[in-house]
């Protein structure tokens, strides 16, 4: 029998950015998965608007890819706007979902999709595709999961969510209230102690029966 327990998500301070030029946030690894150059695309199309974007993660484990979504930043005269920091500090990347206003994440497959977790946990509205586990791990009303690899409906969220204010304090209100239904880690170590148990008691019953 198979039982799933999901992970638990660190305590994080709670997102009160509401910034006149909002600031978006990416937690990802420099990798053709992770969707940056999708990202980098949709951004592209929604530059009349005043938005900044910090992408935290390692530039290092596919340089050549990492210096295609530099180049694709420069070639779209987004430099100054779109932040490729590379890899920080647990304490950095707490105050970096602090001080965001909207996490984004337009990965082609997640086989759980951590940052999604850490983003609701801060109460950070979050626009997110639906590939892999993605569009479970997203709590209903906290954000919105859309299809994989479709740049005009990324860059048509990017817009409402950042022209309309109202439309996204509405996302942040739901990543708030699914952050106290998120599970913390000793939770989830208790979950899985649990389900060992009750697999090991499982099988001293099935040893005994063929005894």
């Given at each position: 029998?198979?039982?799933?327990?999901?992970?638990?998500?660190?305590?994080?301070?709670?997102?009160?950015?509401?910034?006149?030029?909002?600031?978006?946030?990416?937690?990802?690894?420099?990798?053709?998965?992770?969707?940056?150059g999708l990202l980098v695309a949709a951004l592209a199309r929604v530059a009349d608007l005043d938005w900044q974007c910090d992408c935290i993660g390692s530039l290092a484990r596919d340089p050549v890819h990492a210096g295609t979504i530099a180049a694709q930043i420069a070639a779209a005269g987004l430099d100054g706007r779109v932040r490729l920091s590379g890899e920080c500090t647990d304490d950095a990347l707490?105050?970096?979902?602090?001080?965001?206003?909207?996490?984004?994440?337009?990965?082609?497959?997640?086989?759980?999709?951590?940052?999604?977790?850490?983003?609701?946990?801060?109460?950070?509205?979050?626009?997110?595709?639906?590939?892999?586990?993605?569009?479970?791990?997203?709590?209903?009303?906290?954000?919105?999961?859309?299809?994989?690899?479709?740049?005009?409906?990324?860059?048509?969220?990017?817009?409402?969510?950042?022209?309309?204010?109202?439309?996204?304090?509405?996302?942040?209100?739901?990543?708030?209230?699914?952050?106290?239904?998120?599970?913390?880690?000793?939770?989830?170590?208790?979950?899985?102690?649990?389900?060992?148990?009750?697999?090991?008691?499982?099988?001293?019953?099935?040893?005994?029966?063929?005894?």
């Amino acid at each position: 029998r198979l039982q799933v327990v999901e992970p638990g998500v660190r305590a994080l301070p709670l997102a009160a950015a509401d910034a006149d030029i909002p600031k978006l946030l990416c937690v990802a690894s420099l990798t053709p998965r992770k969707g940056h150059g999708l990202l980098v695309a949709a951004l592209a199309r929604v530059a009349d608007l005043d938005w900044q974007c910090d992408c935290i993660g390692s530039l290092a484990r596919d340089p050549v890819h990492a210096g295609t979504i530099a180049a694709q930043i420069a070639a779209a005269g987004l430099d100054g706007r779109v932040r490729l920091s590379g890899e920080c500090t647990d304490d950095a990347l707490c105050a970096a979902y602090a001080a965001a206003d909207l996490f984004v994440l337009p990965s082609r497959y997640e086989g759980y999709g951590m940052v999604i977790t850490e983003a609701v946990a801060a109460g950070l509205p979050v626009l997110t595709t639906s590939g892999g586990a993605l569009g479970e791990t997203l709590p209903h009303g906290a954000g919105l999961a859309l299809p994989v690899d479709d740049v005009e409906a990324f860059a048509s969220a990017l817009r409402d969510l950042l022209s309309n204010r109202e439309h996204r304090l509405q996302l942040r209100d739901g990543a708030r209230r699914a952050r106290s239904s998120l599970r913390d880690w000793t939770r989830a170590g208790f979950e899985f102690a649990t389900a060992l148990d009750r697999h090991a008691a499982t099988n001293h019953l099935a040893q005994g029966r063929h005894a």
